[in-house]
């Protein structure tokens, strides 16, 4: 698409920046469609496990609940406490906001289907999804009250703890792959056990997924982890003093980031878009559809942990993430490390150190990516998608 354009009129500025806006939208107004049907979805999975009916008025068996929601609260007023700092009252929301969409920016799709193919998209996901507490950070201090304030304190302490555990748990997933590059994390689950793809179904790479996985619950700040707007210690959290749009853009950032969540969760150990078991007829059913069927697995699990396990005390929280989560993952990299020095080959070395046969690529450490010639091994990881 970006070519095309800019064989037009456009020119090559003009174009790229044409092409490259009608990408982002393609990508950001599905999104923010999906995020009116999970919130919807969300309500109804937690309806069915107490035995209720959930949204059933607004529209056909309800799904249009979500959008007169949404209509209701961009009618409401705007209301800005008298003792809040204004302006980092409205930037808090917008921030929240913001962060939630750029991480899309990386995810493969399908192959070829990605807006930004670079080679350290993983790195890119971290650094952004670092930057999602600071909007929470700045809406409890720029409202002037004491809940929000000790919510956002909670906030900061809570994904800091659990980022680092989650940097941990990915690396053996970057030593495994041998790149950062998101498609070619993908591309190298393909009959990673077998016949299955993926690297969950890896026995030493399975705790890990398991670990991310809860990690990505409290990041994400959901239940049993929603310590940050605990109705009955802080009233609403960080939120308290927001209303209309700005309240709703907090609720759209927040689910941003769980689809986000679950999006990692299936590209990084459960083979994104590819099918579950390596087997021809099931590559004819397209790759975006095997994503998006994985999302929705992870995000009913992650409806059903709210939906069913209470609420865990602060200091339970905390203990669960430094004294449990951090160690094993740390271990976990040391075993995986040496797991793969023990059973993979030094890099080749000596004339036609090059020249290896597909079969035997995956045979060599990931840092001998430079030396395996591409036409016949590991490719580079900018063309594996």
Same mark, same amino acid.
């Given at each position: 698409?970006?070519?095309?354009?800019?064989?037009?009129?456009?020119?090559?500025?003009?174009?790229?920046?044409?092409?490259?806006?009608?990408?982002?939208?393609?990508?950001?107004?599905?999104?923010?469609?999906?995020?009116?049907?999970?919130?919807?979805?969300?309500?109804?999975?937690?309806?069915?496990?107490?035995?209720?009916?959930?949204?059933?008025?607004?529209?056909?068996?309800?799904?249009?609940?979500?959008?007169?929601?949404?209509?209701?609260?961009? =009618?409401?007023?705007?209301? !800005? $406490?008298? +003792?809040?700092?204004?302006? /980092?009252?409205? %930037?808090?929301?917008? #921030?929240? @906001?913001?962060?939630?969409? =750029?991480?899309?920016?990386? !995810? $493969?799709? +399908?192959?070829?289907?990605? /807006?930004?193919? %670079?080679?350290?998209? #993983?790195? @890119?996901?971290?650094?952004?999804?670092?930057?999602?507490?600071?909007?929470?950070?700045?809406?409890?201090?720029?409202?002037?009250?004491?809940?929000?304030?000790?919510?956002?304190?909670?906030?900061?302490?809570?994904?800091?703890?659990?980022?680092?555990?989650?940097?941990?748990?990915?690396?053996?997933?970057?030593?495994?792959?041998?790149?950062?590059?998101?498609?070619?994390?993908?591309?190298?689950?393909?009959?990673?056990?077998?016949?299955?793809?993926?690297?969950?179904?890896?026995?030493?790479?399975?705790?890990?997924?398991?670990?991310?996985?809860?990690?990505?619950?409290?990041?994400?700040?959901?239940?049993?982890?929603?310590?940050?707007?605990?109705?009955?210690?802080?009233?609403?959290?960080?939120?308290?003093?927001?209303?209309?749009?700005?309240?709703?853009?907090?609720?759209?950032?927040?689910?941003?980031?769980?689809?986000?969540?679950?999006?990692?969760?299936?590209?990084?150990?459960?083979?994104?878009?590819?099918?579950?078991?390596?087997?021809?007829?099931?590559?004819?059913?397209?790759?975006?559809?095997?994503?998006?069927?994985?999302?929705?697995?992870?995000?009913?699990?992650?409806?059903?942990?709210?939906?069913?396990?209470?609420?865990?005390?602060?200091?339970?929280?905390?203990?669960?993430?430094?004294?449990?989560?951090?160690?094993?993952?740390?271990?976990?990299?040391?075993?995986?490390?040496?797991?793969?020095?023990?059973?993979?080959?030094?890099?080749?070395?000596?004339?036609?150190?090059?020249?290896?046969?597909?079969?035997?690529?995956?045979?060599?450490?990931?840092?001998?990516?430079?030396?395996?010639?591409?036409?016949?091994?590991?490719?580079?990881?900018?063309?594996?998608?």
């Amino acid at each position: 698409m970006t070519e095309w354009f800019q064989s037009t009129w456009m020119g090559y500025g003009f174009g790229w920046l044409t092409a490259t806006t009608i990408l982002i939208m393609m990508i950001a107004l599905p999104l923010m469609l999906a995020v009116a049907m999970i919130i919807y979805a969300d309500r109804k999975i937690w309806a069915a496990m107490a035995l209720r009916r959930g949204p059933n008025v607004v529209g056909p068996f309800g799904l249009l609940q979500s959008f007169a929601d949404g209509l209701k609260v961009f =009618l409401k007023e705007t209301i !800005i $406490p008298s +003792g809040a700092n204004r302006g /980092l009252f409205i %930037i808090a929301p917008i #921030l929240t @906001f913001s962060v939630a969409l =750029l991480a899309w920016a990386v !995810i $493969p799709f +399908g192959p070829g289907m990605v /807006l930004s193919n %670079i080679n350290v998209g #993983l790195l @890119f996901i971290l650094a952004v999804s670092s930057l999602g507490v600071y909007g929470v950070i700045i809406a409890g201090w720029a409202s002037n009250s004491k809940y929000p304030f000790f919510s956002a304190l909670r906030a900061a302490a809570q994904m800091v703890s659990y980022e680092v555990s989650i940097g941990f748990v990915l690396i053996p997933v970057i030593l495994w792959a041998g790149t950062f590059n998101l498609g070619g994390i993908i591309a190298a689950q393909k009959s990673h056990v077998f016949f299955l793809n993926g690297f969950g179904f890896n026995p030493l790479l399975f705790p890990m997924a398991v670990i991310f996985l809860i990690s990505a619950m409290a990041e994400t700040a959901r239940a049993p982890f929603d310590l940050t707007e605990a109705e009955s210690e802080l009233v609403a959290g960080y939120q308290t003093e927001y209303s209309s749009m700005s309240f709703a853009l907090f609720w759209l950032g927040e689910y941003g980031n769980v689809l986000l969540m679950c999006g990692l969760n299936a590209t990084l150990f459960w083979g994104g878009w590819l099918p579950p078991i390596d087997w021809a007829p099931l590559y004819a059913i397209p790759g975006i559809f095997w994503l998006f069927l994985k999302i929705f697995i992870f995000f009913f699990i992650f409806s059903w942990v709210k939906a069913t396990v209470p609420r865990f005390r602060y200091d339970q929280l905390m203990r669960l993430g430094w004294k449990i989560f951090l160690p094993i993952s740390l271990i976990w990299v040391f075993l995986v490390s040496g797991y793969l020095l023990l059973t993979r080959e030094q890099c080749p070395t000596g004339q036609g150190a090059a020249i290896v046969t597909r079969d035997t690529a995956d045979n060599y450490m990931p840092s001998c990516a430079a030396t395996i010639d591409p036409e016949f091994g590991r490719r580079p990881a900018e063309d594996l998608t």
